[in-house]
């Protein structure tokens, strides 16, 4: 089917899929969307608990670089 267009019409029908500032188009259905992996990843979470190491290694700086001039590194 041939429609016939004036110039105005047209502009307005090419442009209407086109939103407004700010709008938001993307959706997000199945796996993309927040919800499913949300519960992915709670059902990962309490499949793995995460371990806690009570003793770390304590922090120990490096050397800065005048000191590694003057023990001749």
Known sequence: MV???GGGEFITRATSPIPEKGQVMVRY??????????KIRTTLEAANPILI???EKPFVPSKG????VL???
């Open 71 to 73: 023990s001749g590194y």
């Open 29 to 38: 259905y199945g796996l993309y969307s927040n919800a499913p992996r949300a």
């Open 3 to 5: 429609e016939r267009l």
């Open 65 to 68: 670089w005048a000191e590694m």
């Open 53 to 55: 190491i009570e003793q």
